[in-house]
């Protein structure tokens, strides 16, 4: 994985119109960008789309990218999670919630079999380590919250639904949850 100077100087080049930096972009973060989206999508054959669709946006968009607004991986992780919230929006069927009494348990955030594990499989920098630590960190409502929101492509309305709590409430676990990740990150 090259790190986010490299990256940052590739998607430069890219925004030039150079296919040479473009195909070097691809092979250094097509894997991260794939894990995430097999994990939001849990589905193949839209992870591939989605990849496809995500490299267009880069190639016709990487001007837009601001180098003092965040790092280059997070950048073109973004452009990835909008492209499967959009997938998910068009071919998700409608999200069944469960019943009032119906409980909710996200599976555990473990990370023991990192074989199974997409996003692990598809990382090798630190990065991905510090992310898994600092979602550890952070209380379970918080946690679920962030990861259905971001990894799944719940809507605030559907956490609401889904984790039994109110829409401000979930909006407060989400938006506090992202804080504390960005003060761990950032330490």
């Known amino acids: ?38 994990r939001m999508l849990q589905r193949r054959d839209w992870a591939e789309e989605a990849l496809q669709d995500c490299f267009v946006k880069i190639w016709q968009k ?11 991986l997070t950048w073109l992780l973004t452009v990835a999670r909008y492209r499967a919230l959009d997938l998910l929006r068009v071919k998700r069927p409608e999200v069944e919630m469960p019943d009032h009494d119906e409980e909710f348990s996200l599976p555990p955030l473990t990370f023991q079999d990192e074989a199974q ?36 492509g719940y809507t605030h309305q559907e956490l609401a639904a889904r984790m039994n709590a109110p829409l401000g409430t979930v909006k ?6 992202l804080a504390r990740l960005r003060e761990a990150l950032d330490r």
């Open 1 to 38: 994985m090259a790190d986010a100077e490299q990256l940052r100087r590739l998607l430069e080049a890219t925004a030039r119109g150079d296919d040479r930096a473009f195909a070097e972009l691809y092979r250094a973060t097509s894997s991260h960008l794939y894990g995430l989206l097999l």
């Open 62 to 72: 990487a001007e837009t990218y601001e180098a003092d607004k965040g790092a280059p």
């Open 117 to 152: 594990d997409p996003l692990a499989r598809a990382s090798e920098g630190q990065g991905i380590a510090r992310m898994r630590d600092a979602l550890r960190e952070l209380p379970q409502e918080q946690r679920e919250a962030v990861l259905l929101a971001y990894y799944e």
């Open 172 to 177: 407060s676990w989400v938006r506090r949850g």
